[in-house]
């Protein structure tokens, strides 16, 4: 790895950081060059460049004709090692995570933009205690409770014997098989803690270097805490248009992804990481205690009952501090928040533990008369969380449709209620996942009974599990409606732009020969494109339907006690069969899909190339930071942007070069969010190349308060030199539509033809293939805009030069970094 050589100011090489997309590339590929150096990085993220390239700063004659090629690979920050395998566990907090950010965009409303973020983070706090639930209803109901104290399912399982109620061993009594038990959901917490832990030191806990960064704005003046802008009230850009100055010329307030402290939440992750891990001990503690206090209130043991109670009600005060904890405090982005609040990260997760310490102890107590029969004490759990889950995501769409109608714009998805169905979408999700755990174990167990249905040797999970696996059936059903719809409009649009086609390739081409084959194709490739533009109709549909359905779940478990297989009895003989249908085929896909998450998890474990397809579902879902639920995969961006801003502001501020970033798919959105973390004196160097860009596409209508039309206004307006290519046929990228934009030219170029031609041409022999999404580089309209924006870009004169010195002069490599020069973050 080599630090730049010295080059002359304006007439120097131009310099294009390309910026790849999601699924990952290598440098090689990015470079069509099978040798690259690493010039600035490490493993993990880095800038490569060809040999030939290495200096190119030093002779820049040889670059007339273009500009040095970079690469910025930082596909392994989301596939890296086959540690990332163990994210799929994490899948609905990463889910829930994304709902934060999909708060409309508006005007005002402080109130109502802090009940937003804390909503949503309680949301994520009942997603913890699920999974840890889920676990406590493995190990300590089914396994402990059930099977053990059964002598039928103990006698078949030999590694239960020493816990069989029938040999009447020191573990034989229920409460000290429960205290046993308890490490297994204890571990599981533990083991998120760990995660969590690990990725904030790697991810949060490194402070982006842009306080320090050639030419970096200060810190953005604002309120004192407590005011309309505390955290939560106005994190993100407010209002379509841009800010105006503020009264007596203020600065005005920045859009949030242009804020020093936006790709800063260590924090905030570490407040809720304590608060969430304090969560898990006090589930594990409360499912021990209640039947434990229970016992001891049936059999008025005054000394037992009297400690019972008072353990109790630790466990009350604990999870009040918990929720205090969560709703106390949301994000701050004004600046680099470096503070920790060193005293609740560490004393809440440890008095937690204590406090499940002492319920092991007080469950091991010996109760030579208890025995355990039907379910553990306590599965009303479940029944609350789906009622509090519910809940909450209702009064987040109220708060979400407050928001969007103080601004409203046709372009944002779901009129605003974006972020409450991607919050039941995780809910669900987790539903599905722990209890689809719980019914293969349950299964596994009974043997060659149905759980739940009195066949078997134990009474099975809890009733509301098997009413929600039941609806499943029920919701792909209802789910086949809409992509019936969407599959026959996809047809018809494909007639339809048919001679739309062949008009456009014909004017193009002289003589062109129509062919139906080829025109459907391209036709086709059109018509799937726009499918991307139904996905919020069809996610609205789904969770509205997981809502009700989910519902209609609860009141059933609730009101009949029983499976909806012998609820249904003594029914209609119709109602009864498809209750029973509905029970066994519910529980059969609820297996698989358990069984196909066990699979997939197992083989990107061990198949890097498994990883990298999983890697892509990451690239989408943790581009934001952790915001609401700290055991998330980590915010890679929190390393990629920071990364590129140095990136771009040490390599101008040295060389006083003309750089243009150019973004493919999710790069754009990187470069992006870089480009708006320059200072506005290196702005005016950097041009923005985006290319099969989901900027607006996507990112702004999900998450209209970031890249909505106001921020994206907002940073075509900062960026002078900004062009962006997109095709009739990408199903992902799309224009930016700036609003109001009287720019020439425009930043929008397109669509491209694609296929570059309709059948075969002295230029093109071959049949040209439909690319889509891939492959805009080679198309002749991206070297030529390219080129365009350099030429539009001004060399920085000698007198703005920062400092004369060299990667190689400067003791920290020009970048206050290390002596190495990376650019890591």
């Not at 007198?799 to 920290?812: C, I, L, M, V």
């Amino acid at each position: 790895m080599s630090p730049d050589p010295p080059a002359r100011r304006g007439d120097g090489a131009a310099l294009e950081l390309l910026v790849h997309g999601v699924g990952g590339a290598t440098p090689q590929e990015m470079l069509a060059d099978p040798y690259t150096v690493r010039i600035t990085g490490d493993e993990t993220a880095a800038i490569y460049r060809r040999p030939d390239d290495e200096h190119a700063e030093a002779h820049p004659e040889r670059y007339a004709d273009g500009p040095v090629p970079e690469a910025y690979c930082w596909s392994n920050l989301t596939s890296g090692n086959s540690a990332r395998a163990l994210w799929l566990l994490l899948l609905p907090f990463m889910v829930v995570n994304l709902a934060h950010w999909m708060r409309p965009a508006t005007n005002g409303l402080a109130r109502t933009q802090r009940l937003y973020g804390v909503l949503v983070r309680l949301l994520a706090l009942t997603l913890t205690v699920l999974l840890t639930a889920a676990a406590c209803e493995v190990a300590l109901d089914l396994v402990a409770w059930q099977c053990a104290g059964s002598a039928d399912c103990a006698a078949d399982r030999s590694w239960l014997g020493f816990l069989s109620a029938g040999r009447g061993g020191w573990w034989s009594q229920p409460g000290r098989r429960l205290a046993l038990a308890a490490l297994v959901p204890a571990a599981l917490v533990g083991l998120l803690w760990y995660l969590s832990n690990r990725t904030w030191s790697a991810y949060e806990s490194q402070r982006p270097p842009t306080d320090a960064a050639p030419g970096r704005h200060h810190p953005e003046p604002g309120p004192e805490p407590g005011t309309a802008t505390t955290p939560d009230a106005t994190d993100a850009y407010e209002g379509p248009a841009a800010p105006a100055p503020a009264p007596g010329g203020a600065p005005a307030l920045r859009p949030a992804l242009s804020r020093p402290g936006f790709w800063y939440g260590r924090r905030l992750v570490a407040r809720l990481r304590a608060a969430h891990t304090a969560a898990g001990f006090l589930t594990v503690a409360g499912a021990v205690t209640g039947a434990a206090a229970r016992h001891d209130r049936d059999a008025s043991t005054a000394v037992r009952e009297s400690a019972g109670g008072l353990l109790q009600a630790a466990l009350v005060v604990g999870a009040l501090v918990v929720l205090w904890v969560v709703c106390a405090r949301g994000r701050s982005e004004r600046r680099s928040d470096g503070s920790l609040d060193k005293a609740l990260v560490g004393l809440l997760p440890a008095a937690s533990l204590a406090l499940l310490g002492l319920a092991l102890v007080y469950a091991a107590w010996s109760r030579p008369g208890w025995r355990s029969s039907g379910t553990l004490p306590g599965a009303v759990t479940f029944p609350v969380l789906a009622l509090a889950q519910g809940a909450l995501v209702v009064a987040l769409a109220v708060a979400a449709l407050a928001l969007h109608r103080r601004a409203p714009h046709h372009r944002i998805a779901l009129y605003g209620l974006g972020g409450p169905a991607v919050a039941m979408l995780a809910c669900a999700l987790a539903g599905v996942m722990t209890g689809g755990v719980a019914q293969r174990v349950g299964d596994w167990l009974d043997g060659s009974g149905t759980p739940g249905m009195g066949e078997g040797s134990i009474p099975g999970p809890p009733v509301l599990l098997s009413w929600q696996a039941a609806v499943i059936p029920v919701l792909l059903v209802l789910l086949l409606i809409p992509v019936l719809v969407l599959a026959v409009r996809t047809v018809r649009t494909g007639r339809r732009l048919a001679p739309v086609v062949e008009a456009e390739y014909g004017s193009r081409e002289r003589r062109v020969t129509p062919d139906s084959v080829r025109t459907r194709r391209i036709a086709g490739a059109r018509a799937r494109a726009e499918l991307t533009d139904a996905a919020p109709w069809l996610v609205g549909v789904l969770s509205g339907a997981a809502l009700l359905l989910g519902t209609g779940a609860v009141v059933g478990a609730w009101l009949s006690g029983d499976v909806p297989g012998r609820a249904a009895e003594g029914g209609p003989a119709p109602v009864q069969s498809l209750a029973d249908t509905a029970q066994a085929l519910g529980s059969w896909l609820i297996g698989l899909g358990f069984i196909l998450f066990v699979t997939w998890g197992r083989r990107a474990y061990r198949d890097p190339a498994a990883r990298r397809t999983i890697g892509i579902l990451w690239d989408v879902g943790t581009f934001w930071p952790r915001a609401s639920h700290p055991f998330a995969p980590p915010c890679y961006a929190e390393r990629a942007v920071p990364d590129l801003t140095w990136r771009m502001a040490s390599w101008t501020a040295r060389t006083g070069g003309r750089l243009v970033i150019s973004g493919h798919s999710q790069g754009s959105v990187l470069a992006a969010a870089a480009v708006w973390q320059l200072p506005e004196n290196t702005r005016h160097q950097v041009a923005l190349l985006t290319y099969g860009s989901p900027l607006e596409r996507l990112y702004g209508r999900w998450f209209p308060a970031y890249f909505g039309a106001g921020p994206l206004g907002d940073l075509g307006r900062e960026v002078h030199c900004w062009r962006n290519l997109w095709r009739a046929t990408d199903p992902i990228g799309g224009p930016v539509r700036l609003p109001g934009e009287s720019r020439e030219p425009a930043v929008d170029h397109g669509p491209l033809k694609d296929p570059l031609a309709y059948g075969r041409t002295a230029r093109h022999p071959l049949p040209e293939p439909i690319l889509g999404h891939s492959d805009y580089q080679d198309d002749p309209a991206f070297a030529v805009e390219r080129a365009a924006l350099l030429d539009r870009l001004l060399p920085s004169l000698p007198g703005q030069r920062t400092g004369a010195t060299t990667d190689r002069d400067h003791p920290n490599g020009g970048l206050g970094q290390g002596s190495s020069g990376r650019s890591s973050a």
